[in-house]
């Protein structure tokens, strides 16, 4: 079965900076779109970022040029790296991976940004 695992989130002041991974199992990795989205308390979860099996990016207006996704295929994983974080980056950040028209998506892991 697929499988997505997030791990690096945290508390961190603001301006500060955090990585992401999100380790995959179960799935055509390099096959695969994968994407960070968030969801903040009250809020819809929102796209934060995606790239395509080819390596193509897309991010949100809020995060361009703050954050950076990447994929390793070797290791199965990607990434999404945060510099400049603000407290409105607060959220909890989802891995979601996309194959063959089948969406899947991990558990999250939590970012806290600290006025």
């Known amino acids: 079965q697929v499988q997505l695992v997030e791990s690096g989130g945290g508390l961190v002041q603001a301006g500060g900076s955090l990585r992401l991974s999100c380790a995959a199992s179960?799935?055509?990795?390099?096959?695969?779109?994968m994407g960070w989205y968030r969801q903040a308390p009250g809020k819809q979860r929102e796209l934060v970022a995606t790239?395509?099996?080819?390596?193509?990016?897309n991010y949100a207006d809020s995060v361009k040029g703050r954050f950076t996704i990447s994929r390793d295929n070797a290791k199965t994983t990607v990434y999404l790296q945060m510099n400049s974080l603000k407290p409105e980056d607060t959220a909890v950040y989802y891995c979601s991976a996309v194959l063959r028209l089948a969406t899947y998506w991990g558990r999250g892991t939590q970012v806290t940004v600290s006025s």
């Open positions: 179960g799935i055509i990795f390099r096959g695969a779109a």
């Open positions: 790239i395509t099996s080819g390596g193509s990016t």
